[in-house]
């Protein structure tokens, strides 16, 4: 660990969230910003988790129960973005972390260029859960490739508590656990911190909701087949999804259990149509518009970020790619992108979704230009213990694959 680097994606970081704090100073518009402000302001005041006044499990608690504290002692967005600020610079020091065992320079690059993500800046000073739950997962994945499973664990747990987009994915982890003790010993771990709050669901509910019942909704929103001609949420509301009086007077479990047959409806009444609505919507998930930089050219702004979105992805997909052989060796680093590419295939998506993949991406890339454009005539150590050296100038890149595997194998091991 070299803490000058450290310094430097840490001071970087911290400069450029910051510098968005006061840009967006104040912004706490939308829908589900209001909805945790709403439960934060429950929490701090009533010492309930409510929504409107009534119970709720629409979304984890863990991001309402931080705002809440803003709350307690008099709210003001500025000093929540602040926290986010450093959270969200904390996941650049994560990124760097979760490669520093490979080579120095790759694990800087890493970093900086986690420190300068713009959508990553963007949503940190958003009252959103994306940079906690980003931070929450990033900070998993580090503490599992350090062999150190019940952080780990804990960690995976409170992600879920505050995004249950995980919740597969730590269930995953326990199937693999009945041969591998460190995956049994993550997902438990995990599990048991979510259980209070599954059981004050079924109390409340009398229903099993492990951490939040909003999946149905998403589900069906995911059957929309949109038109880009007109703006998205305009289409959303002026889309018929449902009769209000279908959901009236119902709790939120069963309100959720309806929405969620009404999709499987539609998916089995119009499959074809279902799948070009998905082949429509899903890129959405790799598509930061750059729609939040107001002042500068919408037209020319899109188009320089969709084609750096498709760099990006072209990039981390070959990077997953160079590391195919090892796929399940390094699955700290290949295994959660993959599932959260998979997760959203049948459900709504937007760009901000795919911010908790975003470190594990950057890192994949970083590994693809490396395997590159490695100098014919340099000695780069991938790691200083191994010995490795590219001077000669045959095979590099397979060179570069045998190294991160050798390094990597050595941490998967401990």
């Known amino acids: 660990m070299c803490k000058r680097d450290l310094s430097l994606i840490l001071t970087t970081s911290l400069a450029i969230r910051f510098a968005a704090a006061l840009y967006w100073h104040g912004d706490v518009s939308g829908i589900d910003v209001g909805r945790y402000l709403n439960q934060a ?39 929540a973005q602040l926290l986010f600020v450093l959270i969200g610079s904390g996941t650049a020091i994560l990124t760097y972390l979760l490669t520093e065992r490979i080579q120095p320079r790759i694990a800087l690059a890493a970093g900086l260029c986690m420190a300068l993500a713009p959508m990553s800046v963007k949503y940190s000073v958003v009252l959103l859960t994306e940079t906690l739950f980003t931070f929450l997962v990033t900070a998993a994945l580090v503490l599992w490739s350090r062999g150190k499973w019940k952080l780990s664990g804990l960690a995976w747990g409170l992600s879920m508590l505050t995004r249950p987009t995980s919740l597969f994915f730590v269930l995953l982890l326990f199937l693999f656990g009945l041969k591998q003790r460190r995956h049994l010993i993550m997902a438990s771990i995990a599990f048991l911190t979510v259980l209070p709050w599954t059981v004050r669901n079924a109390v409340q509910f009398h229903s099993f909701i492990p951490v939040a019942s909003q999946g149905g909704g998403i589900l069906l929103l995911g059957t929309v087949n949109l038109n880009f001609r007109e703006p998205i949420w305009t289409q959303i509301d002026h889309t018929v999804l449902f009769l209000p009086e279908d959901l009236e007077g119902k709790p939120e479990s069963v309100q959720d259990r309806i929405l969620f047959w009404k999709a499987i409806d539609i998916i089995r009444a119009h499959p074809l149509e279902w799948l070009k609505a998905r082949a429509k ?26 084609t750096g979105n498709a760099l990006f992805l072209l990039l981390s997909l070959i990077g997953l790619y160079i590391l195919r052989d090892h796929f399940w060796r390094l699955a700290f680093l290949t295994l959660w992108p993959t599932y959260l590419a998979l997760i959203h295939l049948p459900m709504w998506v937007e760009a901000r979704y795919s911010l908790p993949i975003v470190p594990e991406m950057i890192i994949l890339s970083t590994i693809s230009v490396c395997s590159v454009l490695v100098p014919k005539n340099s000695n780069v150590n991938l790691d200083q213990s191994t010995g490795a050296d590219y001077s000669s100038n045959n095979d590099r890149r397979g060179n570069f694959q045998r190294d991160y595997s050798r390094v990597s194998a050595r941490v998967w091991q401990r």
């Open 41 to 79: 302001q429950s929490i701090a005041e009533t010492h309930s988790f409510t929504y409107n006044g009534y119970t709720t499990a629409m979304n984890g608690p863990l991001f309402p129960f931080i705002l809440s504290f803003f709350f307690a002692a008099g709210f003001h967005s500025f000093l």
């Open 281 to 306: 919507q899903y890129p959405l998930f790799f598509a930061d518009t750059g729609q939040y930089l107001h002042h500068i050219s919408k037209r020319g702004v899109e188009g320089v970020f969709l």
